[in-house]
């Protein structure tokens, strides 16, 4: 399982850092992706990086602001000029190996709570 | 951007009967679909990717079809643990990667 941690309440306008850790396994090999949940909504997709940390994509909704990173056991992501709709619980998933095999997402967390207010 | 159209939005069934959800695709996408199940609190789980395949560890009652534009997915025989939101998933085409609106699975 993946966990996350990092969430809180900020301002509009303000910035946070989230971490998504391994429990027990390391993603070294494998594309990581952020989804995330707002209050009664469905998931939708925020950013993905490489495994190899060559390749990063972002959602519409947060090019420019959000920025993923990554080292050997951890996966961050800053985000800046925070808006109210970016309010939601933040989940990091696996999907294994490279960015560019066809496949799903099969390891996830249970997300950290991220509230702009 | 690949738009999924997942229906029912709800489907209120008993345990002990049979679920079936649809997703549509805006755009063929082959089969390079995913099944998610999601419960309050909890990671969501990969059930069925390849648009037929049951991910590791998934029960035999949960299955998957389709390809292109029309998926399905079956419950067989709903069991108490099966109550729950399940989405649809594209990685065919991408960025971005693209979320169905989810279908609620709830006891009747």
């Known amino acids: 399982q993946l966990v996350e941690s990092g969430g809180g309440v900020v301002q509009p306008g303000g910035s946070l850092i989230l971490s998504c850790a391994g429990s027990g396994f390391t993603f070294r090999s494998d594309a990581m992706h952020w989804v995330r949940q707002a209050p009664g909504k469905g998931l939708e997709w925020v950013a993905v990086?490489?495994?190899?940390?060559?390749t990063d994509y972002y959602a519409d909704s947060v090019k420019g602001r959000f920025t993923v990173s990554r080292d050997d056991a951890t996966f961050f992501l800053q985000m800046h000029n925070l808006r109210p709709d970016d309010t939601a619980v933040y989940l990091c998933a696996r999907k294994s190996g490279p960015l560019n095999t066809r496949e799903g997402m099969d390891v996830w967390g249970q997300g950290t709570t991220v509230t702009v207010s | 951007e690949i738009v999924l159209t997942q229906s029912p939005v709800t489907l209120s069934l008993s345990p002990g009967h049979r679920a079936t959800l649809s997703c549509r695709a805006s755009h063929n996408i082959d089969i390079n679909l995913a099944w998610y199940q999601h419960k309050p609190g909890h990671p969501p789980r990969l059930l069925i990717y390849g648009a037929s395949t049951r991910a590791i560890d998934v029960p035999d009652r949960f299955s998957g079809g389709g390809s292109g534009t029309e998926f399905s997915f079956t419950i067989s025989s709903l069991q108490a643990d099966d109550f729950a939101v399940y989405y649809c998933q594209q990685y065919d085409q991408w960025p971005p990667w693209t979320f169905g609106q989810g279908t609620k699975v709830e006891i009747k």
């Open positions: 990086m490489s495994y190899d940390v060559k």
